[in-house]
Every structure is written in structure tokens, then in C-alpha cells.
């Protein structure tokens, strides 16, 4: 059977098959079905929202709220610690004084005035449709329901059910929070050490996002911590998804790792979340210099996985098998590219976030994006509730011109609610959201 993700690769093109822009007649008339159910659903308290799947049982999970956690653990404890996640007991740290780097966060090292103010929180959704906006950020809305679409195999009630215990999601983890603090509340020598590193696009614009096994020591950090930094990466990802690139490609960097590198849990998690809450974002997995070591743990995780995630694994042993899939000039020279970029985290600068503090440029550029939101939907519930034959293309088009005036109104309403990244830092993002490698 062809392994369609590699056929993308030896074609050097992007299956776009049902994507905004790519779709057959029939799955369109199946975005109009779940637009039209998930408008229905709108006005239903965000309290009935139901839970996705209970992640698995050794997974990492958060024991409270990030705004909760983020206010009880400002400084370091003086217990002692032991690593509770690891692969199977392998990498369990003895106990130990709790060291300062711990619970450090980039705020407590940072430059005064350069952390975003106090969360301005906006009241918690009330309705399906506030959690909805919430979490559609700065996406196409189709964007969004296509990829929910797609993972449950444009299976429309499955979708919805899915999309809706995201929403759920999102509001118990203060998603929202976690955006608006960004690396302020994140474990700063966690940060340091580069676990994730996004840097350039794959031959097919995936953008490339680096982790170096050996680099992680899951006794160094709280494991929450751990989901947060997850959370971030997956967020930040979000930004540079632009169609028709809109997955990853991942670099799984096995060199010198060791049983003390691997954690069980927090692999468990990043499955978990990418399965139920950040489906089809995944291109390719790249499993670089596979040891012994990896290869026999590989036996015990791959039933675990998703038969449509298994596919995306490919290993690789050599810069010339990483050059199928990724440019010389592109993958990085320890990898046996041509790029000299090298990780290294910078600090948030002191006024880098001085917007956030302006409450009336906020509230307007809110205003504005609901404003937007409102257009959407308005032209979107006439669009999914008529008939094929009278679907003209003076609606479509009004529709598109909704859609982008609502996704520029999102990325003027972002700089207001979300804290500067390492990538705007590097100039990577700019404030239009715009990807500069």
C-alpha cells in the first residue's frame, strides 16, 4: 500500500485533498452539515461542554488550573523531589533538595517591565459560541472545522463531538491565560535547554520543529510544567500553519540519548493532545539516529498509536535520508545541512509587551474582531442552510470576504492578547503574523 505521506515527499507536493480551497462537492455539502450543527449548538451553556477521552493512565496530567498554579508556585520549595515520570521507571531520579531552576519561570529572571501585565481576563465563556470565537484565534474558521473533519474521517457528528470537547478543554486548561502569559510563566532553564526548537520548513513548507531527546531530564521540571511548555509549543506552532502548509514536521533527535532522557508521561500527553485537541497538525515524524535503545522501547509504543499518526513515522539514519525530506540549506549543520542556526533562548526585552497595557487599544481591536465574528456568522448561517442549487457564488464570495476581514481582525486583536514569543524576538514573527525564516 502507498504511504501517502512519503508520496508527498518523492512528488515534492502537498496533498491538499480536503482542505480549505481542495474540497469535492460532497465534502463540502459536509462542512455546510457541521456548520450548520455546531451554529445550532451555539447558544448552549459552555458548561455542558463535555470531556474529551481521559488521557491515559501514566500520562502527564495538570492537578489545577495554570492561573492557579502559576500564583502557588512563586517560589522555590525546599521538599524534596524525585522524577515521577519516566519510561517505564528508567530516568526516576533519586530524591533530592529541590534546586532553585526547578519552579524558576522567565518571569521571576526577566527584565523588569518586560513580562506582559496581569491577565485581563475577560469573563469566562458563557456560551458554546464564546468558546468557539476563543479558540478559533487567528484561523479560518473552515480551517478549523476541517481539521476536525478530517480526523474522524468527515464523520460529522464525531467531529462535532469532538470539536466540542476541545472547546471544553481549552477553557479547564486557561488556554487563553496560558496565551496571554506566554513564556513569562514557562520553567526558564527548560526554556534553555532547546527541547523544541522550530526553525525553517521541511521541502513541502511544513515548518521543522526540532527536539534533542538527550536534552531532556524529566526530574529538572515539575511535570506540569512539562504540559505547559507542550501547550506553548503547540500554540506557537498555530501562528506559523498557514495554508496549504498547515501541519509540522517533526525532528525526533534519538543521538545520545539514554534511558534517563525518556519520559513515558509526557510522550503519552503530547499524543493525547495532538489526537484530541490539535488533530491533522502533524505532517511527519522523523525519527533521527534511532539507537538499541529507542528501537526496542519503539516495539512497545508504536500499537499505541494511531494507525494515520504510525504512518507519518519514518526513521532515518543519515543527513542524506533527513535531505529527502528537508533542503540543505534548510536542516541544520549538526544534522549534516547547510544552516547555521544554532537555539538559543532570549529573554522577553523590557516594553515588549507595553501594548497589553493599553486597555482601550484592547477593547477596541476586540470589539472590532467581534464585530468581525459577527459578520462571519451572520453570512455563514445563510451559506450552510441553503440549498445546493441556490448556494450561489455571490454568497461564497461574500463569505470569503468575511473571513478574511475576520482573520485580520484576529491578528490585530493578537498583539493585545498575547505575549511576545522567542519567535517575534528573533524576528521570525512579525506583528502581522507574518513568518520571516
Excluded at 4 to 19: A, H, P, S
Excluded at 187 to 207: C, E, V
Excluded at 412 to 424: E, G, I, M, N, S
Amino acid at each position: 500500500m502507498t504511504n501517502r505521506v512519503l508520496e508527498q515527499y518523492e512528488k515534492g507536493q502537498l496533498i491538499l485533498d480536503g482542505t480549505l480551497g481542495h474540497l469535492t462537492t460532497k465534502e463540502s455539502a459536509l462542512l455546510q452539515i457541521f456548520w450548520r450543527k455546531l451554529l445550532e449548538a451555539f447558544t448552549a451553556d459552555a458548561s455542558e461542554l463535555k470531556h474529551a477521552p481521559a488521557a491515559p493512565a501514566d500520562a502527564a496530567k495538570s492537578t489545577s488550573k495554570r492561573s492557579d498554579r502559576a500564583q502557588s508556585s512563586a517560589a522555590p520549595s525546599e521538599k524534596s523531589t524525585s522524577s515521577a515520570s519516566s519510561w517505564f521507571g528508567f530516568g526516576a531520579g533519586a530524591s533530592k533538595s529541590e534546586a532553585e531552576s526547578y519552579r524558576q519561570t522567565v518571569k521571576q529572571v526577566a527584565p523588569q517591565g518586560s513580562c506582559p501585565p496581569e491577565f485581563a481576563a475577560q469573563g469566562r465563556a458563557r456560551t458554546i459560541r464564546d468558546a468557539f470565537w476563543a479558540a478559533t484565534l487567528c484561523d479560518h474558521p473552515d480551517v478549523l472545522l476541517l481539521r476536525f473533519l478530517r480526523a474522524r474521517k468527515w464523520k460529522v457528528d464525531d467531529a462535532l463531538t469532538m470539536l466540542l470537547a476541545c472547546l471544553r478543554w481549552r477553557l479547564d486548561e486557561d488556554i487563553d491565560w496560558a496565551i496571554w502569559n506566554g513564556e513569562a510563566e514557562l520553567n526558564y532553564a527548560l526554556l534553555q535547554r532547546g527541547i523544541g526548537a522550530i526553525h525553517k520548513t521541511d521541502r513541502l513548507g511544513q515548518p521543522i520543529l526540532y527536539i534533542p531527546v538527550k536534552m531532556n531530564d524529566p526530574s529538572a521540571q515539575p511535570a506540569e510544567q512539562i504540559i505547559d511548555y507542550t501547550v506553548y509549543l503547540m500554540e506557537v506552532a498555530r501562528i506559523m500553519l498557514h495554508p496549504p502548509a498547515e501541519k509540522v514536521c517533526l525532528v525526533f533527535d534519538t543521538t545520545d540519548m539514554s534511558m534517563s532522557n525518556m519520559d513515558w508521561s509526557f510522550f503519552k500527553t503530547f499524543l493525547h493532545y495532538l489526537e484530541h485537541y490539535y488533530p491533522e497538525c502533524l505532517g511527519l515524524v522523523l525519527i533521527y539516529n534511532a539507537s538499541w535503545v529507542f528501537n526496542s522501547l519503539w516495539k512497545l509504543v508504536c500499537p499505541l498509536l494511531d494507525p494515520v499518526v504510525a504512518s507519518k513515522v519514518h526513521f532515518v539514519q543519515s543527513a542524506a535520508d533527513l535531505q529527502k525530506f528537508i533542503a540543505p540549506e534548510n536542516l541544520l549543520v549538526e544534522y549534516g545541512g547547510k544552516n547555521q542556526y544554532k537555539y538559543e533562548y532570549v529573554l522577553p526585552r523590557k516594553g515588549e509587551n507595553q501594548r497589553m497595557s493599553d486597555d482601550k487599544a484592547r477593547k477596541a481591536a476586540m470589539a472590532e474582531r467581534q464585530a468581525a465574528c459577527n459578520a462571519f456568522e451572520e453570512v455563514t448561517r445563510k451559506w450552510a442552510n441553503a440549498e445546493a442549487a441556490t448556494n450561489s457564488q455571490a454568497l461564497a464570495d461574500e463569505r470569503a470576504k468575511a473571513a478574511d476581514s475576520l482573520v485580520a481582525a484576529s491578528k490585530a486583536q493578537d498583539r493585545f492578547v498575547r505575549a511576545r514569543t522567542l519567535y517575534h524576538r528573533t524576528g521570525v514573527i512579525d506583528d502581522d503574523l507574518h513568518i520571516h525564516w
